[in-house]
């Protein structure tokens, strides 16, 4: 219930992108358009105000001739539109006019966020490799955005005006050299592309065309000729900061010594780059801050599986495209995958916090770890080699706690340690075979003994992947191959085989051995070793899309000291097929129909995972777009419910999700999801997600998203029981029950842009969830459905302080046991205000300020108004924050 209910927003997003992301997608390898623009030396200045009033303007070379893109494929745009180039020792400029004599469509927004205004785009390929670009773009108001790849992390120094007249609207661009990277070539010639969007009529207009069915990107672009440079600037930036900062510290429980309401606090960071060459750069910080992002939602977890939580902060968002490896998607079902770099477990919050918790009455845990240095070597050669290389320091955490005694102690939580990841491409036959390699590593110093029980010393990964194109960009074939190694103390290798990722201990698996690779559970090792492999055939352009996935990973395989994958010890095979539509008919103007089925074993030949998807998505004629979701999945053998105890059976399922979207081009914009998931034992799961987005002024956007969920499973784990007399379950009581959930959230965010370098954003999510217990039982027998309720089908349950005391068999041998009551009521909220100012060119101001507010209680049912007065009772946890940076380049 839970597994399908998750994937639903999955293949919601992942299955669009057949039909919406293709056409700007990163490419290469098909037949390059023949459409040449020139640049122009600079004889004069230019003031950079939006004007196009210089005369060197007039002297440049115009490119126009755009085509439609949509929304009538292939004819000649509506509205006229014409850039020319200049260039100088420094800088390219870009100049552009836009006609349109009717409403220019202008926004205030932050950098690089959708205005949802017209927009000019400028996409370079500097190395003219048919597979990378870097983007710039401007709308009417001045409003910038950039992004390398398609990563809109990356914010290079450059400058634009806009200005709206009574033709349409101009724009000028200086972009410096010194913020892209290109070959050594005095005769530069690099691809161009320019789209142009024009919000009101929803019409994209490009200058190198290709069709929405076509897989797109640089191999698509056209060209820009006559740069000629003697050199490349050099370019090296310094970018100190000084941060101050106050919060409160402790439990703030009565009593506890070490609760202080506030704790102020000032420190100092230093963010650095230069490019080592003309296409390498290298960025590092010491002591870095990361307080200006935003705060994670909140969210009730009640699987054995970490959750999953998008990397923000700015140093490891930026290139971490450079290091993606055994990810290649597909088109529904793609939450699998070998994601052997997962930046955030770098700094990440302690892992030996309970070892505090353990030896103190009070402790103090520090949030998060401390990252002393990091640095990355980025870029891509002129020679088809992309090169990615990381690496990172993080410190010793110790958490302070107070003893029964009175006694102030310190205890270790987070050793000193060591990341590092190196990543590897390299582009043959014009980028249509690209051959890459990775490897990780991570290191501790485990001198204290506590922690070295607990962690493993050091862990390895190294992998190989290829990816190959063919019938320009049409097919595609991804392979991908890994190892992995972790090494430690016993205790913590136990600790590794016992991870809901494998659970090796497992008493029914079937005989193995250990060899080079971990396949048996051992506990006396002091290793675990093993591989992954994962490949996807693919027809991803065109109107007939089809691929064919296959994956499997060893019961030994281990990334999670610096990957993120929640389970190994299975095989894999997916298979899609469907049709896309892009031209407009009277009922949609595109529309995607894709069906699905795919099948997972684990290594014991046990059918873990099947089902059959279908998905269809249409953008109406009115700009709405419509999504819907169905799935089927019979009962299948599930190896984890019992966390570490004999396979069982788990129900059918059957889902279906429906989501309907509004013109984002209106002041008022809405978008509701529903789904709704029944399995073949009564279990359910309903949610509604309605978002109304309105945005009353040119600068301000509001949005509201509520959330609802209501769902009831029938197979919950509870808690584990020793007790020999249950032979068939190898002397364990696996102990489960129904549980009723309810949860209610309200995610809200205001933004306010007053100048296209000063903006104020704020984030807020308050949520109320309730769980309610009943029906404790058990399974029959392993590897059925059937479950024996104590009280009505086995034993005798009753009421105890505390909980329940269950008699398993009644009147036989097994001994009566105790546990606690697990009913829960979580409230939370947790917000962040944020005001960005860019005071000066890559100089930037932050005053952030962030909230949090906890509270838990036993209770069970859901009681909105009893909830939410009970959240607002909570004492808040507030945070302030500023921080200044200041940029220091050439």
Request: charged share 20%.
């Amino acid at each position: 219930m839970q597994r399908i209910h998750a994937l639903v927003p999955l293949l919601l997003a992942s299955a669009a992108g057949p039909a919406l992301a293709q056409a700007g997608a990163a490419a290469a390898g098909a037949a390059q358009s023949a459409r040449v623009a020139v640049a122009a030396r600079l004889t004069g200045p230019i003031q950079l105000d939006g004007r196009l009033d210089e005369v060197a303007w007039s002297a440049a070379p115009v490119a126009g001739g755009f085509i439609q893109q949509q929304p009538d494929e292939g004819k000649p745009p509506a509205l006229g539109t014409e850039v020319r180039f200049l260039y100088d020792d420094d800088a390219l400029y870009v100049g552009a006019r836009m006609y349109d004599s009717r409403r220019v469509t202008s926004r205030l927004a932050r950098r690089d966020q959708d205005a949802s205004s017209d927009l000019l785009t400028v996409d370079l390929d500097t190395f003219h490799d048919r597979l990378h670009r870097v983007t710039f773009t401007v709308n009417p108001a001045g409003v910038r955005g950039d992004a390398l790849d398609g990563d809109a992390s990356w914010d290079p120094v450059w400058a634009a005006a806009a200005r709206v007249d009574s033709l349409g609207w101009t724009a000028e661009l200086r972009i410096p050299f010194s913020q892209l990277h290109f070959s050594r070539d005095a005769h530069q010639v690099w691809g161009l592309e320019l789209t142009r969007l024009t919000q009101r009529t929803h019409e994209t207009d490009l200058w190198s065309f290709f069709s929405r069915s076509a897989y797109g990107g640089p191999a698509f672009f056209g060209v820009l000729e006559g740069l000629r440079l003697a050199h490349r600037p050099a370019h090296g930036e310094l970018m100190p900061y000084a941060v101050g900062q106050s919060r409160p510290v402790g439990s703030g429980v009565p009593g506890d010594p070490l609760s202080r309401p506030h704790q102020l606090g000032v420190r100092a960071g230093l963010d650095a780059r230069y490019d080592v060459s003309s296409s390498l750069a290298l960025t590092a910080t010491v002591n870095p801050d990361f307080g200006q992002v935003e705060v994670d939602p909140a969210v009730v977890n009640l699987t054995a599986y970490e959750t999953y939580f998008q990397e923000k902060r700015p140093f490891f968002v930026e290139g971490s495209n450079l290091f993606s490896f055994g990810t290649p998607g597909c088109n529904i079902n793609c939450g699998l995958g070998m994601d052997l770099f997962y930046s955030r477990r770098i700094g990440r919050a302690p892992q030996g916090a309970e070892l505090a918790y353990a030896a103190g009455e009070f402790a103090q845990v520090p949030d998060n770890g401390t990252i002393l240095g990091a640095a990355k070597l980025t870029g891509r050669t002129e020679h088809g080699t992309s090169i990615g290389i990381l690496d990172a320091v993080t410190g010793r955490q110790t958490a302070e706690i107070v003893t029964t005694a009175g006694r102030r102690l310190g205890q270790p939580v987070e050793p000193l340690a060591n990341a590092f990841v190196a990543r590897v491409n390299k582009e043959y036959r014009g980028g249509d075979m690209v051959i890459g390699g990775i490897a990780t590593s991570s290191w501790r110093d485990l001198t204290d003994p506590g922690l070295a029980r607990l962690l493993d010393r050091d862990a390895e990964t190294a992998g190989v992947d290829a990816q190959f194109w063919w019938g320009k960009r049409t097919y595609s074939l991804y392979l991908a191959l890994s190892g992995s190694h972790a090494g430690g103390d016993t205790a913590a290798i136990g600790l590794l085989q016992r991870s809901s990722a494998r659970y090796l201990q497992r008493p029914d698996r079937a005989p193995a051995s250990n060899g080079l690779f971990t396949n048996a559970y051992d506990p006396a090792a002091t290793a675990l070793a093993g591989y992954g492999f994962i490949s996807r055939l693919a027809k991803p352009a065109g109107d007939w899309l089809w691929d064919l996935n296959a994956a499997s990973f060893s019961p030994g395989f281990e990334a999670g000291d610096l990957g993120f994958i929640r389970q190994v010890d299975w095989r894999w095979l997916n298979g899609t097929f469907g049709r896309q539509w892009t031209r407009p008919t009277a009922w949609y103007r595109a529309l995607t129909v894709i069906a699905g089925a795919e099948q997972k074993w684990n290594y014991d030949g046990d059918r873990n995972q099947g089902d059959v998807t279908g998905f269809a998505q249409a953008q109406l004629p009115n700009y709405w777009q419509a999504t819907v979701v169905v799935e089927d999945a019979p009962s299948y053998l599930d190896d984890r419910l019992t966390r570490g105890g004999p396979v069982v059976r788990r129900p059918g399922v059957r889902v279906i999700g429906p989501q309907l979207s509004t013109d984002s081009r209106e002041p008022v914009v809405a978008e509701a999801s529903v789904t709704y998931v029944r399995d073949d034992e009564g279990g359910y799961d309903v949610s509604f997600s309605p978002t109304l987005t309105f945005k009353p002024a040119p600068n301000v956007s509001l949005t509201a998203g509520p959330g609802w969920e209501r769902s009831r499973t029938t197979d919950q784990y509870v808690t584990t029981v020793t007790d020999p007399t249950d032979v068939a379950f190898f002397g364990r009581r696996y102990v489960f029950s129904h549980i009723d959930q309810t949860t209610v959230s309200m995610t809200t965010r205001a933004d306010v842009t007053f100048t296209p370098s000063l903006s104020l954003q704020l984030y807020a999510q308050p949520l109320l969830a309730s769980g309610h217990y009943y029906d404790f039982q058990e399974f029959a027998r392993p590897r059925v459905e059937q479950k024996l309720v104590y009280g009505r089908d086995v034993g005798t349950i009753a009421p105890a302080p505390g909980g329940y005391r269950i008699d398993p068999d009644g009147a036989g041998p097994a001994v009566p046991f105790t546990i606690g009551n697990p009913d829960f009521n979580f409230r939370s909220l947790r917000g962040t205000g944020v005001l960005r100012w860019e005071w000066r060119p890559g100089s930037t101001a932050y005053l952030v300020w962030t909230q949090t507010r906890t509270d838990v209680a036993a209770l069970g049912d859901f009681d909105f108004g009893r909830d939410r007065a009970a959240l607002f009772a909570t004492h808040p946890q507030n945070v302030f924050l500023l921080k200044i940076s200041y940029w220091l380049g050439r």
